[in-house]
């Protein structure tokens, strides 16, 4: 009467969700078909994941086939750049493979990209060598490189070119069996 006694609510069991034991198997990706848009990270994916045995990039590289090589340089480059700059690019891991991405984008016919990166290197005297060789990067250090180098004008540039992934679509269909064998 004066809501002393409330009725009490019945709790809900939680659901109980059971999970398959195996996982079923991944899908094997037809590279012919698939659209030069998902073509590159398709290629690149399992080549990540291959590197990700070993404890220093360089080693993995040299388990991959030059046009393994080319795939892997080219699309980590492009990606570390998108994700934050060439600072980004230069400090973090993707530093230890400095020397081998000019190569790498002539390789795949991304010549635009391959003479921004190598000429600004080059006019501000940074040699690639050096920076895969420096140890892990402070935030101070970081940050003084932007300083240092007009970062922000390489960065306009590189978004001004086609992307290098339009490149790699070309440049792995032209290239399918060193691909596909691995």
């Keep these: ?7 009490k609510e019945k709790k809900k069991e939680p659901e ?14 037809d590279l012919n078909s698939a659209s030069n848009a998902d073509l590159p990270s398709l290629v690149f ?16 590289l040299a388990t991959f086939n030059t046009a ?6 080219t699309y980590w480059y492009e990606s570390q750049i998108m ?16 020397p081998f991405v000019g190569d790498a984008l002539g390789a795949i016919g991304a010549h635009d990209h391959k ?27 970081a940050a003084k490189l932007s300083e240092d180098y007009p970062l922000i004008g390489f960065t306009d540039t590189f978004y001004e070119y086609p992307m290098i992934q339009d490149y790699l679509a070309v440049y792995i269909r032209a290239h399918l069996d060193e691909l596909s064998a691995n």
Excluded: C, W
């Excluded at 109980?16 to 990706?29: G, Q, Y």
């Design 115 to 141: 003479m921004l990166y190598t000429k600004f290197l080059y006019v501000n005297g940074l040699d690639p060598e050096k920076i895969a060789a420096h140890g892990d990067y402070s935030e101070a250090e």
């Design 68 to 73: 393994e090589k080319n795939v892997f340089l």
């Design 1 to 7: 009467m004066f809501g002393f006694f409330k009725k």
């Design 83 to 98: 994700e934050g700059g060439l600072q980004f690019f230069l400090t973090e891991e993707s530093r230890k493979i400095a």
């Design 45 to 60: 994916m399992p080549l990540s994941q291959r590197s990700e045995a070993f404890a220093d990039v360089k080693d993995a």
């Design 16 to 29: 109980v969700i059971t999970l398959p034991e195996e996982a079923p198997a991944e899908e094997t990706v």
